[in-house]
């Protein structure tokens, strides 16, 4: 709109002139030419062009105008403008030798090659010279679209004249680079340059043969100067940003490469110049965006895709860093980087045995990738893929690099290979000081629970290099653990001389203190930690186990909720909140700082702190989709597998399960847990053949686990194979002795039939564990309801001396005492557990048949009732209600219940026809 008014308005001046001065029909076509090479002769381009438009609207015959304008177009590198006036210029009779000449350059930087063979096949010049020019010219076209031999044959007729001219010279050089002749060819156009310095088709083709030849900065200037003399031709200025690039001069040549983005968005060329100077600045997020840009746009160049994979990579997107780069790999030496960093994205991505492929490829005889290949092996050793990461480390180790020995012997130590340490300890004959193998041989020694050998290699290591703070602090912990207080102060002292901000020795300073009682020291000391680095969730723990003792909690969260309002943008200060809100108590509070995070804040951490605290709550819906959210960030972490199982179990939703069961284990492959749970859900969907099918290929050893056993038991007990459930349950029991696995093994028992073996295992059990076995106690007195009704008796009674609002156990009572017709006592126990547990109908029939007994029938018929209508297919209790119905004198109604009651049970049957004689 601001275009057309400026011109509107120009308009109108120009009509406003012609009025006020003359008729603008007293200027002629000749003279407004004359004003144009008035210009020109002043160098000024674009007040020539403006005349020479002025003389063709004039007399819009004119020749001379029109071949000026075009000779202008052509020269500043508006080819397409230039071939539409040469054209008019020829049409209004203007010498064709003149113009064919000129007309065939703008269809050669067209590309225009039918136009082109059309214009010379058609020429009817006479002038040799002329056609050696128009054949030299097409043969650059021809060439240009990679009809060689076409070209050389056109070139040939073009030089039967025997007169050399500039595009001749052009042709012929051209061809002698197309045959590998590099130099002859620059040493033509250059000659060429001398005697033609003004034209930008020599500066271009000069261009073209540096950059053939490598010369790149000398290809920079002979581009400049084809710009320069045709600062209209855009895809000059490209060749001049590729050529700057090629040279390293990225500052300079992101201003052209600016320029020609301005011109077009979208332009692929352009945007992956821009990519490739901004990474080479590294300005990695604009060189994503303008990689992106490109590859979005329909560019295939393997470098983009590169600079887009590994721009991602950097950023955390490992999946879209991981599809470049797929692309990339396959034309790319065996050294090159990008395939180290693609078996990297393979790996976090989960595609561990596309990670293990790729390495079989890597050439073992270059040191970066034996390297690269040794410290894989340890991040397959971390996810338990304890066999692949041993043969990778022994192919790394074959080179006998000290580092890949040093991972070799790490590795066999993550895989419970004692010939680690042999490994570790021949490094450390050599290196005594190493800080890797003497941790890797302490810490082994330590987790296996041997002080004594974890204390020695500290000790030797102290010996070569006494000033290690490592060294110091591992001695520090191990004297911690030895509960020499003194000692250890001494180390931890002598670590924070030397590194005053170790915070590993300042926590273990205000840990003594506790441990010599002295809890608000240290207290005041974990805050003051805090207080220098509050998003230190290691120190938070420490404080508020303090607080907790001091009583001093509210203290904590108010510190730390202070510091999270300090630092809102903290994702870590907000981590460490929620885990404190969660620890004590907050735990809606807890979720609503996770759930407050943006999309770009959540990670593994946050999503597995979801998990807990929606599962603390019973939300478990809401913990399988974070869960299923830590999975999609976290693929490497068997924890978020076995959660997503297990949740999946909690929401009955076992084909989701069964699913990331399947790719945890063909992921963790060492780990046979993620099998067995499978089967564990398999189970639970009534699935047992195919339960059966994964506990049978289960290889021996794993068939002894405990909770191997429990699955085998849990599929016997289905098929109600009761013996076969008793014979596993026993395994179990002498495999994992506990409280539970004797509870199983009872209950096993009583299903098949041998309640005395159960009462007698169970108090054998209750005398091994003492007080901590009473919960086994009440299944006892259960066993004992019939069969020993005194012992039974007593057992509750000391249930519920111990737990008196245990309604299983007072309901039971108060059956044996009305059994021993101890009305008294048994209504107290019923009463009690009626009141616990109203709603319960054993407990409705148990009070009101109690009440009934001891006389107090109208009191009875309530409970009996709630019962039997809670309960109708319940033999028993539909016996009681008729009773108390008879003795309330509802006869009628009696005997309509009595209709419909069809027991099996002798002492049932008796007791119905009782009751039928009764209502007559």
Same mark, same amino acid.
């Given at each position: 709109?601001?275009?057309?008014?400026?011109?509107?308005?120009?308009?109108?001046?120009?009509?406003?002139?012609?009025?006020?001065?003359?008729?603008?029909?007293?200027?002629?076509?000749?003279?407004?030419?004359?004003?144009?090479?008035?210009? =020109?002769?002043?160098?000024?381009?674009?007040?020539?062009?403006?005349?020479?438009?002025?003389?063709?609207?004039?007399?819009?015959?004119?020749?001379?105008?029109?071949?000026?304008?075009?000779?202008?177009?052509?020269?500043?590198?508006?080819?397409?403008?230039?071939?539409?006036?040469?054209?008019?210029?020829?049409?209004?009779?203007?010498?064709?030798?003149? *113009?064919?000449?000129?007309?065939?350059?703008?269809?050669?930087?067209?590309?225009?090659?039918?136009?082109?063979?059309?214009?010379?096949?058609?020429?009817?010049?006479?002038?040799?010279?002329?056609?050696?020019? &128009?054949?030299?010219?097409?043969?650059?076209?021809?060439? !240009?679209?990679?009809?060689?031999?076409?070209?050389?044959?056109?070139?040939?007729?073009?030089?039967?004249?025997? *007169?050399?001219?500039?595009?001749?010279?052009?042709?012929? +050089?051209?061809?002698?680079?197309?045959?590998?002749?590099? %130099?002859? #060819?620059?040493?033509?156009?250059?000659?060429?340059?001398?005697?033609?310095?003004?034209?930008?088709?020599?500066?271009?083709?000069?261009?073209?043969?540096?950059?053939?030849?490598?010369?790149?900065?000398?290809?920079?200037?002979?581009?400049?100067?084809?710009?320069?003399?045709?600062?209209?031709?855009?895809?000059?200025? =490209?060749?001049?940003?590729?050529?700057?690039?090629?040279?390293?001069?990225?500052?300079?040549?992101?201003?052209?490469?600016?320029?020609?983005?301005?011109?077009?968005?979208?332009?692929?060329?352009?945007? @992956?110049?821009?990519?490739? *100077?901004?990474?080479?600045?590294?300005?990695?997020?604009?060189?994503?965006?303008? +990689?992106?840009?490109?590859?979005?746009?329909?560019?295939?160049?393997?470098?983009?895709?590169?600079? #887009? /994979?590994?721009?991602?990579?950097?950023?955390?997107?490992?999946?879209?860093?991981?599809?470049?780069?797929?692309?990339?790999?396959?034309?790319?030496?065996?050294?090159?980087?990008?395939?180290?960093?693609?078996?990297?994205?393979?790996?976090?991505?989960?595609?561990?045995? /596309?990670?293990?492929?790729?390495?079989?490829?890597? %050439?073992?005889?270059?040191?970066?990738?034996?390297?690269?290949?040794?410290?894989?092996?340890?991040?397959?050793?971390?996810?338990?893929?304890?066999?692949?990461?041993?043969?990778?480390?022994?192919?790394?180790?074959?080179?006998?690099?000290?580092?890949?020995? &040093?991972?070799?012997?790490?590795?066999?130590?993550?895989?419970?290979?004692?010939?680690?340490? %042999?490994?570790?300890?021949?490094?450390?004959?050599?290196?005594?000081?190493?800080?890797?193998?003497?941790?890797?041989?302490?810490?082994?020694?330590?987790?296996?629970?041997?002080?004594?050998?974890?204390?020695?290699?500290?000790?030797?290591?102290?010996?070569?290099?006494?000033?290690?703070?490592?060294?110091?602090?591992?001695?520090?912990?191990?004297?911690?653990?030895?509960?020499?207080?003194?000692?250890?102060?001494?180390?931890?002292?002598?670590?924070?001389?030397?590194?005053?901000?170790?915070?590993?020795?300042?926590?273990?300073? +205000?840990?003594?203190?506790?441990?010599?009682?002295?809890?608000?020291?240290?207290?005041?000391?974990?805050?003051?930690?805090? @207080? $220098?680095?509050?998003?230190?969730?290691?120190?938070?723990?420490?404080?508020?186990?303090?607080?907790?003792?001091?009583?001093?909690?509210? $203290?904590?969260?108010?510190?730390?909720?202070?510091?999270?309002?300090?630092?809102?943008?903290?994702?870590?200060?907000?981590?460490?909140?929620?885990?404190?809100?969660?620890?004590?108590? /907050?735990?809606?509070?807890?979720?609503?700082?996770?759930?407050?995070?943006?999309?770009?804040?959540?990670?593994?951490?946050?999503?597995?702190?979801?998990?807990?605290?929606?599962?603390?709550?019973?939300?478990?819906?809401?913990?399988?989709?974070?869960?299923?959210?830590?999975?999609?960030?976290?693929?490497?972490?068997?924890?978020?597998?076995?959660?997503?199982?297990?949740?999946?179990?909690?929401?009955?939703?076992?084909?989701?399960?069964?699913?990331?069961?399947?790719?945890?284990?063909?992921?963790?492959?060492?780990?046979?847990?993620?099998?067995?749970?499978? +089967?564990?859900?398999? *189970?639970?969907?009534?699935?047992?053949?195919?339960?059966?099918?994964?506990?049978?290929?289960?290889?021996?050893?794993?068939?002894?686990?405990?909770?191997?056993?429990?699955?085998?038991?849990?599929?016997?007990?289905?098929?109600?194979?009761?013996?076969?459930?008793?014979?596993?349950?026993?395994?179990?029991?002498?495999?994992?002795?506990?409280?539970?696995?004797?509870?199983?093994?009872?209950?096993?028992?009583?299903?098949?039939?041998?309640?005395?073996?159960?009462?007698?295992?169970?108090?054998?059990?209750?005398?091994?564990?003492?007080?901590?076995?009473?919960?086994?106690?009440?299944?006892?007195?259960?066993?004992?309801?019939?069969?020993?009704?005194?012992?039974?008796?007593?057992?509750?009674?000391?249930?519920? $001396?111990?737990?008196?609002?245990?309604?299983?156990?007072?309901?039971?009572?108060?059956?044996?005492?009305?059994?021993?017709?101890?009305?008294? !006592?048994?209504? $107290?126990?019923?009463?009690?557990?009626?009141?616990?547990?109203?709603?319960?109908?054993?407990?409705?029939?148990?009070? /009101?048949?109690?009440?009934?007994?001891?006389?107090?029938?109208?009191?009875?018929?309530?409970?009996?009732?709630?019962?039997?209508?809670?309960?109708?297919?319940?033999?028993?209790?539909?016996?009681?209600?008729?009773?108390?119905?008879?003795?309330?004198?509802?006869?009628?109604?009696?005997?309509?219940?009595?209709?419909?009651?069809?027991?099996?049970?002798?002492?049932?049957?008796?007791?119905?026809?009782? =009751?039928? !004689?009764?209502?007559?």
């Amino acid at each position: 709109m601001i275009n057309t008014f400026v011109r509107n308005l120009g308009r109108i001046a120009f009509v406003a002139i012609c009025f006020s001065v003359t008729s603008c029909s007293d200027i002629s076509s000749e003279e407004y030419t004359d004003r144009a090479l008035s210009s =020109l002769a002043d160098n000024d381009q674009n007040a020539a062009i403006i005349n020479l438009k002025n003389a063709i609207q004039a007399d819009s015959k004119a020749m001379e105008p029109r071949k000026l304008l075009a000779d202008i177009y052509l020269q500043r590198g508006d080819f397409s403008s230039a071939e539409k006036e040469f054209n008019r210029a020829i049409r209004n009779g203007a010498e064709r030798d003149i *113009i064919e000449p000129l007309l065939a350059r703008a269809l050669l930087r067209m590309n225009d090659l039918e136009a082109l063979t059309q214009l010379v096949d058609n020429s009817r010049t006479n002038s040799p010279e002329v056609m050696t020019e &128009l054949l030299s010219i097409k043969s650059l076209s021809l060439l !240009q679209n990679g009809k060689v031999d076409e070209a050389e044959y056109t070139l040939e007729l073009a030089t039967e004249s025997g *007169i050399d001219t500039l595009y001749s010279s052009l042709s012929q +050089a051209s061809i002698e680079a197309e045959n590998e002749q590099l %130099d002859s #060819a620059i040493s033509i156009v250059t000659d060429m340059a001398s005697l033609h310095p003004e034209n930008s088709d020599v500066w271009l083709l000069l261009g073209h043969l540096n950059t053939a030849a490598n010369q790149h900065v000398t290809a920079v200037e002979s581009y400049k100067k084809a710009v320069e003399l045709s600062p209209d031709a855009v895809h000059y200025t =490209l060749f001049l940003a590729q050529a700057m690039v090629r040279a390293e001069k990225y500052q300079e040549a992101d201003k052209y490469v600016s320029y020609l983005l301005q011109l077009s968005s979208s332009h692929v060329l352009a945007n @992956e110049l821009k990519a490739a *100077i901004q990474y080479n600045l590294k300005n990695f997020d604009e060189a994503k965006k303008h +990689a992106e840009l490109a590859i979005n746009n329909g560019s295939q160049n393997l470098s983009v895709y590169l600079i #887009a /994979g590994v721009t991602s990579y950097s950023n955390g997107q490992i999946e879209q860093a991981n599809n470049y780069f797929t692309k990339v790999v396959p034309f790319v030496p065996n050294d090159h980087f990008v395939k180290r960093m693609y078996v990297s994205t393979q790996f976090k991505l989960g595609q561990i045995d /596309g990670a293990l492929k790729t390495l079989e490829g890597f %050439d073992l005889s270059s040191e970066v990738n034996s390297d690269f290949i040794s410290a894989m092996s340890v991040e397959f050793a971390k996810i338990g893929r304890n066999s692949d990461a041993l043969e990778l480390a022994e192919k790394a180790s074959s080179l006998s690099s000290n580092s890949n020995d &040093l991972r070799l012997g790490l590795v066999k130590l993550a895989n419970n290979d004692t010939s680690g340490i %042999d490994n570790l300890q021949q490094i450390l004959s050599v290196d005594p000081a190493l800080p890797e193998a003497n941790l890797g041989l302490a810490y082994y020694h330590l987790k296996q629970g041997n002080n004594e050998a974890a204390e020695q290699v500290v000790d030797d290591w102290l010996e070569a290099t006494p000033e290690d703070i490592n060294a110091i602090l591992i001695k520090g912990l191990i004297t911690l653990k030895q509960k020499d207080y003194d000692n250890a102060k001494l180390l931890f002292s002598q670590v924070l001389s030397t590194d005053p901000g170790n915070v590993s020795a300042a926590i273990a300073l +205000a840990q003594i203190e506790a441990a010599e009682g002295d809890t608000q020291s240290a207290f005041d000391k974990t805050l003051s930690l805090a @207080e $220098q680095t509050p998003d230190n969730f290691v120190i938070a723990k420490h404080l508020f186990k303090y607080a907790a003792e001091l009583d001093q909690v509210d $203290q904590a969260l108010k510190f730390y909720q202070t510091k999270t309002d300090q630092s809102p943008e903290n994702v870590n200060m907000k981590l460490v909140l929620a885990r404190a809100y969660g620890a004590t108590g /907050g735990m809606d509070k807890a979720i609503s700082i996770i759930n407050g995070l943006t999309p770009s804040q959540q990670s593994a951490q946050s999503w597995g702190l979801l998990v807990l605290f929606h599962q603390n709550q019973k939300s478990y819906r809401k913990a399988l989709q974070a869960s299923e959210k830590w999975l999609e960030v976290d693929r490497l972490n068997p924890q978020a597998y076995i959660k997503t199982i297990q949740l999946s179990e909690l929401t009955k939703n076992y084909s989701k399960g069964i699913k990331v069961a399947d790719e945890a284990q063909a992921l963790f492959s060492d780990q046979p847990g993620f099998n067995l749970m499978k +089967a564990g859900l398999l *189970i639970h969907d009534n699935r047992l053949a195919s339960s059966q099918k994964i506990l049978n290929d289960q290889p021996d050893e794993i068939k002894k686990t405990p909770y191997f056993l429990r699955l085998q038991a849990k599929i016997y007990q289905n098929n109600k194979q009761y013996s076969k459930v008793v014979e596993v349950q026993e395994s179990r029991y002498r495999a994992q002795q506990n409280l539970q696995t004797a509870k199983d093994l009872a209950d096993a028992y009583v299903a098949n039939n041998q309640a005395d073996k159960a009462a007698s295992f169970l108090k054998s059990v209750i005398e091994q564990y003492g007080e901590a076995a009473q919960p086994l106690s009440l299944m006892l007195a259960q066993l004992q309801l019939d069969s020993k009704p005194d012992e039974a008796i007593a057992r509750y009674e000391a249930i519920i $001396q111990r737990e008196p609002n245990n309604v299983i156990a007072l309901n039971n009572v108060a059956w044996l005492y009305l059994e021993k017709q101890n009305y008294t !006592q048994a209504c $107290q126990s019923a009463e009690k557990a009626y009141e616990l547990a109203k709603t319960l109908p054993e407990v409705q029939d148990t009070y /009101g048949f109690c009440l009934l007994k001891s006389g107090k029938t109208e009191q009875s018929l309530q409970p009996l009732k709630m019962a039997y209508e809670n309960r109708k297919t319940n033999i028993e209790i539909s016996l009681h209600y008729v009773e108390s119905l008879i003795e309330n004198d509802k006869h009628i109604e009696a005997k309509s219940i009595l209709k419909g009651i069809a027991p099996s049970e002798p002492h049932h049957i008796e007791l119905k026809d009782k =009751l039928q !004689q009764l209502t007559q």
